[in-house]
T-cell receptor
Framework: AQSVTQLGSHVSVSEGALVLLRCNYS??????LFWYVQYPNQGLQLLLK??????LVKGINGFEAEFKKSETSFHLTKPSAHMSDAAEYFC???????????FGTGTSLTVIP | DAGVTQSPTHLIKTRGQQVTLRCSPK?????VSWYQQALGQGPQFIFQYYEEEERQRGNFPDRFSGHQFPNYSSELNVNALLLGDSALYLC??????????????FGPGTRLLVL
């Protein structure tokens, strides 16, 4: 079985500061890992994904995440927060055999001007 | 290339009624999955359709049913609506999810309010 834990349901950062959103997963097999962003009253937009290969993954809007197998983590970072980054962020895990996605409960990011 | 589209965008129903939500997948995608996202929660998997058959199902009652058409579009039906069914319903499409799960993309959702 797989599961995702997002530490911190609410994160606030100042504009220009580092963004760090934490995600830990449990999976009995090598997982696929994803980060999605959701703006108010909208669907989910894929930020980045890890499937295989390089463990540091770069996504859209300057975000990146690093797959650390030993720590079972896939934390999302961005060097400098922008006001437009304020949104809900979801980490998700999927195995490679066609089973469903499992989402975390989300982290709401607030950017303070 | 249009992405995943869903209709309607918003819907208001009363308890006990039935509702049908619709989804058109991204061009070239043949797998459709449905998710329920309650307010303040992450999406929960309802079921997945591939080749017009339900291939996977999450922990949802039989009141939730679906269909996939030959053109890969899909419907989600919910019978005997409960207040707790109020949520954002998301459709996601992918290319043969069992082989390429990393290709899943989401639509904007249908927000259902049950009064």
């Amino acid at each position: 079985a797989q599961s995702v834990t997002q530490l911190g349901s609410h994160v606030s950062v100042s504009e220009g500061a580092l963004v760090l959103l934490r995600c830990n997963y449990s999976s009995s097999v090598p997982p696929y890992l994803f980060w999605y962003v959701q703006y108010p009253n909208q669907g989910l937009q894929l930020l980045l994904k890890y499937t295989t290969g390089a463990t540091l993954v770069k996504g859209i809007n300057g975000f990146e995440a690093e797959f650390k197998k030993s720590e079972t983590s896939f934390h999302l970072t961005k060097p400098s927060a922008h006001m437009s980054d304020a949104a809900e962020y979801f980490c998700a895990v999927s195995d490679r055999t066609g089973n469903q996605f499992y989402f975390g409960t989300g982290t709401s990011l607030t950017v303070i001007p | 290339d249009a992405g995943v589209t869903q209709s309607p965008t918003h819907l208001i129903k009363t308890r006990g009624q039935q509702v049908t939500l619709r989804c058109s997948p991204k061009s070239g995608h043949d797998t459709v999955s449905w998710y329920q996202q309650a307010l303040g929660q992450g999406p929960q998997f309802i079921f997945q359709y591939y080749e017009e058959e339900e291939r996977q199902r999450g922990n949802f009652p039989d009141r939730f049913s679906g269909h996939q058409f030959p053109n890969y579009s899909s419907e989600l039906n919910v019978n005997a609506l409960l207040l707790g069914d109020s949520a954002l319903y998301l459709c996601a499409s992918s290319l043969d999810y069992s082989r390429y799960p990393e290709t899943q993309y989401f639509g904007p959702g249908t927000r259902l309010l049950v009064l």
